[in-house]
């Protein structure tokens, strides 16, 4: 590998470098936002603007790979992860259409769904805004960002893959805006996460223990989407207002370079991937299985 890049694509879609308002962009067209690797190397993706798991080849071939749970429309997708086991999971946000009318604090409709048999079964339900998923490194627990539930949530993992109880982990509530988005864990047992409307970056200690690491966001324009979230009335105006600093909409939060010790954060609105170097990471449940496989079949594309 020498640091050549190139498009893997179906087609290039001109939606969101071309629309004419923050609310076009966010709102409508598709909107891939969580990627993971199947076992063959296959890209799974999470489609939050066409609601459905979508996989693609390496040669750029698509498909949709469930649009519907237990008969009925399965809802934002909003993330896509694999564990050591093979087993497919995937967070829907809300089964509300429109996204932002989900932006309340009496609204649990989100849900986390495991992929079996060829079809989706949801695995816990009832969660406020679910977004990002991850497990620590042995897998015992699996723990859920709430966006709009102000929190992050944990489930016992059980070896055939049902998750045990809910219970909150970490501070009850902390952030404004209520924005929790991404989430990674180290070897450590620590827990890096980002809230995308006020621009933070932050780690949980394996105590539970809260620590700020970044915090970029406007006061003033994240106070008003405080308001209005309480209120139950955000406006496009207020909340696309939000987001600035070295990754504004700061949304996930990564491991990469030598021993993982790179922490790669992604945002919304920013063109740039900042980074910087800290303790060691955890891999992906991709990065050494079958790498060979994977590499060769880039090469031959």
Not at 21 to 27: D, M
Not at 50 to 56: A, K, Q, S
Not at 154 to 165: A, C, I, K, N, Q
């Amino acid at each position: 590998m020498n640091g050549t890049q190139q498009i893997v694509t179906q087609r290039i879609s001109g939606h969101f470098a071309d629309a004419d308002s923050e609310a076009t962009r966010y709102l409508t067209g598709t909107l891939p936002n969580g990627l993971a690797f199947a076992v063959n190397g296959d890209i799974l993706i999470s489609n939050f603007g066409t609601d459905r798991l979508e996989i693609m080849t390496r040669t750029g071939e698509s498909r949709v790979l469930a649009d519907s749970i237990e008969g009925e429309a399965i809802g934002k997708v909003n993330f896509v992860l694999r564990d050591s086991k093979g087993r497919i999971w995937i967070t829907v946000s809300t089964r509300i259409r429109n996204w932002m009318h989900a932006l309340r604090t009496d609204l649990a409709d989100g849900y986390i769904a495991r992929y079996e048999g060829g079809r989706f079964r949801i695995a816990a339900d009832g969660f406020q805004s679910t977004n990002e998923i991850r497990m620590d490194a042995r897998e015992e627990y699996m723990y859920v960002v709430e966006t709009t539930g102000g929190c992050i949530s944990r489930l016992r993992m059980h070896e055939d893959g049902l998750l045990g109880e809910r219970e909150i982990f970490g501070p009850r509530t902390w952030a404004k805006a209520h924005g929790r988005t991404g989430l990674r864990s180290t070897v450590w047992g620590t827990l890096w996460g980002t809230c995308v409307y006020s621009d933070k970056l932050f780690v949980l200690t394996p105590q539970g223990d809260l620590r700020v690491l970044l915090d970029e966001g406007d006061p003033a324009k994240v106070d008003a989407l405080e308001k209005q979230f309480f209120a139950g009335a955000v406006t496009e105006d207020v909340l696309f207002a939000t987001g600035r600093g070295i990754a504004p909409w700061m949304a996930s939060v990564t491991f990469g370079g030598p021993e993982f010790a790179d922490r790669v954060y992604r945002s919304l609105k920013g063109q740039r991937i900042p980074y910087f170097r800290a303790r060691l990471g955890a891999a992906m449940v991709h990065w050494n299985e079958g790498i060979d496989d994977h590499l060769s079949a880039m090469r031959s594309h």
